[in-house]
């Protein structure tokens, strides 16, 4: 019989998957349906790079503060809060009767998105205080990314053959099932310090800005007044922000943080993973469905392989990671994402699509053997009681990374006489970015999994 600290553990493990998969499930489910969304409520690319980016937005500007709040609340009383917030917009989006009101809800849901994301790392980080057993819980929570992206392109293909609004209103029981699962959880520690509203205020405007900024530049042109406008504001709050965590008692960032060699890469590790993990999906999905003609069901079985790879490999992450070093599954990761975002580039436009779906594979290997040893890199690096604020940290750079993307991606597939162009070079400046943070990963401490 498990023990009631074993058996807590593993409630804590159970509700951080759901968590994960819940956040992870509504990031990729709603591209295939982006062509059913904007025939029924209307609006242009940019419109539904908004139904996208709405919910990127503030799940960026928001995940510092929400990291920072989680270690001061408690990670359970902030991850309970997120998913029930998360319940309650899901619901709104799929009662959504115009595009306004949808990218109103996105974004509530991005809201709670980044309240859930850092709090479920951190519930991990004080489940499993042991090295090695947090590096094996961590691969096991990949799992509910892995699942969530393998099933959502699918899943979102499938339901928007009834009805779109389907892909929001199945996080209700999913929700309910984590609510219900972290009741059995312990109690989480807190941060006794108080809240930093400055720093917090100028960190949601700083991020919300350079994300906004690359957003509007996406379709207007980075020398757009809103756009310049947007990234002056960002620069201000940036260093506005940065003065004011070096210079307070109780800073909502502590600076030392960033000290340290092994955060700095894995920020910059999860910047450039994101670039090509959510680029590929937006860009191929409006390829393969405005240029070769798929319906959004056979676009999500186009996905299928991609996301099925990680669903396969994440389990054996940790094991892999023990065996060969997590700084080398990293690289290997990081290297095979740019093998196969190159190779697409170079296929011609009528290859079939199923040797595109093959290729693709290539990019999503690297969900597995990047993002859990990233992750336990990080959390391994800095103490318990600032995990959350930590975990905030890399999914903010995720974020972004994200975000600029979709934004820089979304403006070069905008006219119909450069699309295809557009798609190649969005997948080069993907694979550029791989290559380069390969490189950089190179300096990690060579480390076994279990250090």
């Given amino acids: 019989m498990a023990s009631p600290t074993t058996t807590r553990s593993r409630s804590t493990l159970v509700a951080a998957i759901i968590g994960f998969f819940l956040i992870t499930l509504d990031a990729v489910?709603?591209?295939?349906?982006l062509p059913t969304i904007r025939a029924d409520l209307g609006g242009g690319i940019a419109g539904l790079q908004?139904?996208?980016d709405g919910y990127t937005l503030m799940f960026a500007a928001l995940l510092l503060t929400a990291g920072s709040l989680a270690d001061r609340v408690g990670a359970r009383t902030a991850f309970g809060s997120g998913v029930v917030l998360f319940v309650v917009a899901s619901v709104g989006c799929g009662l959504a009767p115009n595009l306004a009101v949808l990218v109103a809800a996105r974004f509530v849901q991005g809201a709670a998105a980044a309240a859930i994301m850092p709090a479920s790392m951190a519930l991990i980080r004080q489940g499993y205080p042991d090295p090695r057993e947090r590096g094996r819980a961590i691969g096991i929570w990949a799992m509910g990314g892995a699942v969530a992206s393998s099933a959502g392109p699918v899943v979102g293909g499938l339901l928007n053959q009834i009805d779109w609004r389907l892909i929001f209103f199945i996080n209700a029981p999913a929700g309910i099932a984590a609510l219900l699962v972290l009741a059995r959880t312990a109690s989480s520690t807190t941060r006794a310090v108080p809240f930093d509203v400055p720093g917090?205020?100028?960190?949601?405007?700083?991020?919300?800005?350079?994300?906004?900024?690359?957003?509007?530049?996406?379709?207007?042109?980075?020398?757009?007044?809103?756009?310049?406008?947007a990234f002056i504001v960002a620069v201000v709050a940036a260093v506005a922000f940065w003065l004011l965590q070096k210079n307070v008692p109780h800073p909502m960032l502590p600076l030392t943080l960033l000290h340290s060699r092994t955060v700095r890469?894995?920020?910059?590790?999860?910047?450039?993973?994101?670039?090509?993990?959510?680029?590929?999906?937006?860009?191929?999905?409006?390829?393969?469905?405005?240029?070769?003609?798929?319906?959004?069901l056979q676009t999500g079985v186009a996905f299928g392989p991609m996301m099925l790879i990680g669903l396969v490999v994440t389990p054996f992450s940790a094991r892999l990671a023990e065996r060969f070093g997590r700084r080398t599954l990293i690289v290997a990761g990081l290297a095979v994402m740019?093998?196969?975002?190159?190779?697409?580039?170079?296929?011609?436009?009528?290859?079939?699509?199923w040797s595109i779906a093959l290729l693709m594979i290539l990019v999503g290997l690297g969900g597995p053997l990047v993002a859990p040893p990233a992750t336990a890199l990080l959390l391994d690096a800095v103490p318990a009681d600032l995990s959350g604020v930590a975990s905030g940290v890399f999914n903010t750079s995720r974020q972004i990374g994200g975000a600029l993307a979709i934004a820089v991606f979304g403006g070069l597939l905008a006219q119909p006489d450069t699309f295809v162009r557009g798609v190649r070079v969005s997948l080069v400046i993907a694979a550029v970015a791989a290559c380069l943070a390969g490189a950089v990963a190179l300096r990690l401490p060579r480390v076994s999994g279990s250090s």
Wanted: net charge neutral; charged share 5%; glycine share 12%.
């Fill in 50 to 52: 908004w139904v996208v």
């Fill in 338 to 353: 740019a093998v196969g975002l190159v190779t697409i580039v170079v296929l011609s436009s009528s290859t079939p699509v």
């Fill in 29 to 33: 489910v709603v591209n295939v349906t």
């Fill in 265 to 296: 890469i894995t920020l910059v590790c999860g910047f450039a993973f994101m670039v090509g993990y959510y680029g590929l999906p937006f860009v191929m999905s409006l390829f393969l469905q405005q240029h070769r003609g798929l319906t959004a």
């Fill in 200 to 229: 917090q205020v100028t960190g949601v405007i700083a991020m919300g800005a350079v994300t906004f900024g690359a957003i509007e530049a996406g379709s207007r042109g980075f020398d757009a007044p809103p756009v310049i406008g």
